[in-house]
C-alpha cells in the first residue's frame, strides 16, 4: 500500500493506493456516526465488505441520474438517519457516487467530512482525486459543484475484478491523458505492458493507479481551484465533454476521441509530428477505446445515424459539426467567446491556448475524425 496526499487549502487529502476496502474502518473518525452512499451495482457486489452497522444510502447509476434530484434525495435521507454536523459520509462506487457524495457532503449542513472507497479504475486514476464535486445541470455538465478534498481516498485495485471491460478501458482513457499531458516515460510503460494492463495485472494496475494519483496530486497541490497549471487534465475533455452529452458515452470512452482530436488540433498547428499523432492513436486503440467518431458502437445509434447523414450531404455534415459546438458552447472552460484548449506540444508535454469557436470549428473540420 502507497499513501499519496494532497495539501488543499481546506486540509489534507490521504490516498491509500492498494489498501482493501475491509480496512476502510480504519480510516473512519472514532466515535462519530458514518453514513455510506453507494449505487446499485457497487452494493450488489461489495455490501458485505462494506463497514458493519452504518446506514446505507443507495443510488441509481449512469450519468443522467447525477442531478440535483438526487442531491435532494440523499438529504431526505441523511435527514431520516438523523446526520449531523459531526457526521461522517464515505461514498463508495465509481466517479458518478464520488462526484455526488462529495458535493452532498460540502453542502449538506454546510459541509459535513466525507472521504471515499473508489471502485472503478477511473475513479481511483482521476474523479476521487483532486476534490472537485458536483452534478450536472440542464444540459450542462458538472455545473454546480464545489471544489472541497475527500479527508481520504481508499483505491483498492482488487475491485476492478468485476468491472466490465468497457468500465477498465474507460479508465485507461484517463492514465492515457496523464501520460500525454505530463510523463512520456509512462506512455512507454503502457506500450509495453499494454496485455497485462488489460488483464489487470496487479503489479502494472498498481503502478499505473500510483503513478496517476502522483501525477493529479501534483498539479492539484499547485492550482487547487483550476486557476492555471490545472487546466492542463482538461486534455480532451472539451470534445470529450461535448460527446458524452450529446451521446450518453461513457466519460473515457468521449475522451478518448477528445483526445485524439486534440492531438490532431496539435498535428495541425504545426506543434506536433504526425508520427506522434498515429502512436496515440494505435495506443488507445489497442486499449479497446474508440479512436474515430465512427468507431462508436452500436450502443451509440443516434450519433451514428447523424454521422451517416453526414455523409449525405453537406448540409448534414455542418450540422453534425454545429452539434458537437454547441454542446462545447456549453463547457465551463469558456471565456466570453474564446475557449481555453489543451494542445500536446510533445509527447509528455501541453500548452494551453485560448481560440475562438471559429478556430475550433476549421480545427474540428479538418481534423477529418
Ligand atoms: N471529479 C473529478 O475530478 C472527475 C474526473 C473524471 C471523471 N469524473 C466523473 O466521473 C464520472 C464517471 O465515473 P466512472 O467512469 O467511474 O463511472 P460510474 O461511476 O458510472 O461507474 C461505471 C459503472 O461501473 C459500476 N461499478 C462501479 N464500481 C464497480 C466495480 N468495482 N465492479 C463492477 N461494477 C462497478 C457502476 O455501478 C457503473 O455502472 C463522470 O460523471 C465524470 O464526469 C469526475
Ligand atoms: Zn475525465
Same mark, same amino acid.
Given at each position: ?10 486540509? /489534507? ?5 492498494? %489498501? ?26 461489495? %455490501?458485505?465488505?462494506?463497514? @458493519? ?11 443522467? /441520474?447525477?442531478?440535483?434530484? !438526487? ?17 461522517? /459520509? ?28 473508489? !471502485?472503478?479504475?477511473? =475513479? @481511483? ?31 483498492? !485495485?482488487?475491485?476492478?475484478? $468485476? ?27 503502457? %506500450? ?51 460527446? %458524452? ?18 492531438? =490532431? ?29 465512427? =468507431?462508436?458502437?452500436?450502443?451509440? $445509434? ?10 449525405? !450531404? ?56
Amino acid at each position: 500500500m502507497k499513501t499519496v496526499e494532497v495539501r488543499g487549502s481546506q486540509g /489534507i487529502s490521504e490516498i491509500h493506493v492498494g %489498501e482493501s476496502i475491509k480496512n476502510v474502518v480504519n480510516y473512519l473518525p472514532k466515535g462519530k456516526k458514518t453514513v455510506i452512499i453507494t449505487d446499485e451495482n457497487v452494493k450488489n457486489y461489495y %455490501e458485505q465488505d462494506f463497514p @458493519q452497522g452504518c446506514p446505507v444510502i443507495t443510488i441509481s447509476t449512469g450519468e443522467k /441520474i447525477k442531478t440535483l434530484a !438526487t442531491v435532494e434525495m440523499i438529504f431526505r435521507e441523511l435527514i431520516a438517519f438523523g446526520a449531523d454536523r459531526s457526521t461522517f /459520509i464515505l461514498g463508495i462506487g465509481g466517479g458518478i457516487v464520488c462526484d455526488i457524495t462529495g458535493f452532498a457532503a460540502s453542502i449538506y449542513m454546510r459541509g459535513v467530512e466525507f472521504g471515499f472507497v473508489s !471502485t472503478t479504475l477511473l =475513479s @481511483q486514476v482521476d474523479a476521487s482525486v483532486g476534490g472537485k464535486n458536483g452534478v450536472n445541470f440542464d444540459s450542462y455538465k458538472n455545473m454546480v459543484g464545489v471544489f472541497c478534498q475527500p479527508r481520504f481516498v481508499v483505491c483498492d !485495485t482488487s475491485l476492478l475484478a $468485476t468491472l466490465p471491460p468497457d468500465e477498465i478501458s474507460n479508465g485507461f482513457a484517463e492514465i492515457v491523458k496523464h501520460a500525454l499531458i505530463a510523463d512520456a516515460p509512462m506512455l512507454d510503460y503502457i %506500450e509495453a505492458n499494454i496485455d497485462k494492463a488489460l488483464a489487470l495485472d496487479r503489479e502494472v494496475i498498481s503502478k499505473l493507479v500510483e503513478d496517476s494519483v502522483r501525477l493529479k496530486a501534483s498539479v492539484v497541490q499547485k492550482d487547487e481551484k483550476e486557476a492555471g497549471e490545472r487546466k492542463k487534465l482538461n486534455f480532451g475533455h472539451t470534445l470529450g465533454h461535448a460527446l %458524452e452529452k450529446l451521446n450518453s458515452i461513457g466519460h473515457g470512452r468521449a475522451v478518448s476521441i477528445g483526445m485524439v482530436a486534440a492531438t =490532431s488540433f496539435s498535428v495541425q498547428k504545426g506543434l506536433l509530428a504526425d508520427k506522434e499523432f498515429q502512436r496515440i492513436k494505435s495506443v488507445l486503440g489497442k486499449l479497446n477505446l474508440p479512436v474515430e467518431l465512427s =468507431s462508436f458502437d452500436d450502443s451509440i $445509434t443516434s450519433f451514428k445515424d447523424s454521422l451517416n447523414k453526414s455523409h449525405s !450531404t453537406p448540409d448534414d455534415s455542418d450540422k453534425l459539426i454545429d452539434n458537437i459546438l454547441n454542446a462545447m458552447l456549453k463547457d465551463k472552460k469558456k471565456d466570453n467567446d474564446k475557449i481555453g484548449f489543451v494542445f500536446l506540444n510533445g509527447i509528455g508535454k501541453c500548452v494551453v491556448e485560448k481560440i475562438t469557436f471559429e478556430e475550433l470549428r476549421n480545427l474540428l473540420v479538418s481534423a477529418g475524425i
